[in-house]
């Protein structure tokens, strides 16, 4: 009990929406995304108008990725009516309206953020969405947000009712 960490952990509603992304080649994580398309992806995403209000990382089901492409994008969450201009090198998918499952870890000192982010990921692997009558739903991605140390580390994990 001396490394007690609290997570957080909320129901999201998610509208039905865009995602306009930026696919890797083979990454499965955030170092291999950026090694295969450079960093600069991430100033793009953070010029663009987002329903979320920031960008978002996406671990996608196979089922919205195309041949040769990666688990792993980055992209932003817009509205369905959205028409704002797609930057070269980016697609678009639709995702359908979907609730998660927030975690959120406490805040952090930047220089522990990899602590905080295997805390949280520690913390979604132990828990069981049937205690509030859900089970995981792995045909929507999911989510990563940009890890920030005051306000936590966040990951959403799809749901579905039991």
Do not use: H
């Not at 007690?4 to 080649?25: H, T």
């Not at 671990?59 to 040769?68: A, I, N, T, V």
């Amino acid at each position: 009990m001396e490394q007690v960490a609290n997570v957080f952990i909320q129901v999201i509603e998610k509208p039905e929406r865009k995602v306009i992304i930026r696919r890797g080649k083979t990454a499965k994580e955030y170092w291999s995304y950026c090694q295969e398309v450079g960093c600069d992806v991430w100033g793009i995403l953070t010029s663009m108008k987002s329903l979320c209000g920031e960008p978002v990382c996406l671990w996608l089901p196979e089922k919205y990725r195309e041949q040769g492409t990666s688990e792993y994008v980055q992209g932003v969450e817009v509205a369905m009516d959205d028409t704002s201009i797609i930057p070269d090198g980016f697609d678009v998918i639709t995702l359908p309206a979907a609730k998660y499952l927030m975690f959120q870890g406490e805040p952090f000192e930047e220089e522990d953020y990899c602590q905080a982010i295997e805390t949280v990921q520690a913390s979604m692997e132990k828990y069981a969405p049937s205690v509030i009558g859900y089970a995981w739903d792995s045909s929507n991605p999911r989510i990563q947000l940009e890890p920030r140390g005051e306000r936590g580390y966040i990951e959403l994990k799809a749901i579905q009712p039991v």
